[in-house]
T-cell receptor, first 115, second 114 residues
Framework: GAVVSQHPSWVICKSGTSVKIECRSL??????MFWYRQFPKKSLMLMAT?????????EQGVEKDKFLINHASLTLSTLTVTSAHPEDSSFYIC???????????FGPGTRLTVL | AQSVAQPEDQVNVAEGNPLTVKCTYS??????LFWYVQYPNRGLQFLLK??????LVKGSYGFEAEFNKSQTSFHLKKPSALVSDSALYFC????????????FGTGTRLTVIP
């Protein structure tokens, strides 16, 4: 499989502040990356598809102004949670799509806690 | 619309016994099917996938899965369970229409009892 990193692995912030999460594809260049959110004991919910050099595609019900996604290079996508609130506390996981294997490879996740 | 069902929230099996984690899917046309495993506070690790060809797919750590088109199932199996296999397992489906996003099942927690 491919190596995908996320930074930070966990973050605690105050309500109203913004938090940036980085997702890096270490093995290959990724035109497409995905951002998921996972609630405790729940499945993954796709938030958005991040496309290098263009605007992200958000899933229905996901606020694009709250969850800002930037895919400025073929190895880096960032998710910024703006004006975070306690209900944004969750486990955020990114994945990269390999055009060769047609498979998504996932990062280790970032646990966000908003106080 | 695409959907995935994992009917069992929890599966318990004794170490050394065979294990099965069930998955059924609904998708228009022929699917891409995947299994991922998640350990506590970690991301998902790819186990195996079905794209085309042989219905029996072999993957990482001795796992395999069988694609059954008539039953729209893709059950995950392993002949002999290890305690270290205890984790959360997710089945996922993707259609072939061009969109690359995956639809995940709700997950099955596998516990292998020593």
């Amino acid at each position: 499989g491919a190596v995908v990193s996320q930074h930070p692995s966990w973050v605690i912030c105050k309500s109203g502040t913004s938090v940036k999460i980085e997702c890096r594809s270490l093995d290959f260049q990724a035109t497409t990356m995905f951002w998921y959110r996972q609630f405790p004991k729940k499945s993954l919910m796709l938030m958005a598809t991040s496309n290098e050099g263009s605007k992200a595609t958000y899933e229905q019900g996901v606020e694009k102004d709250k969850f800002l996604i930037n895919h400025a290079s073929l190895t880096l996508s960032t998710l910024t949670v703006t004006s975070a609130h306690p209900e944004d506390s969750s486990f955020y996981i990114c994945s990269v799509l390999s055009g060769i294997t047609d498979t998504q490879y996932f990062g280790p996740g970032t646990r966000l806690t908003v106080l | 619309a695409q959907s995935v069902a994992q009917p069992e929230d929890q599966v318990n099996v004794a170490e050394g016994n065979p294990l099965t984690v069930k998955c059924t899917y609904s998708v228009s046309g022929n699917p891409y099917l995947f299994w991922y495993v998640q350990y506590p506070n970690r991301g998902l690790q790819f186990l195996l996938k079905y794209i085309t060809g042989d219905n029996l797919v072999k993957g990482s750590y001795g796992f395999e899965a069988e694609f059954n088109k008539s039953q729209t199932s893709f059950h995950l199996k392993k002949p002999s369970a290890l305690v270290s296999d205890s984790a959360l397992y997710f089945c996922a489906v993707r259609d072939r229409s061009g969109a690359n996003n995956l639809f995940f099942g709700t997950g099955t927690r596998l516990t292998v009892i020593p």
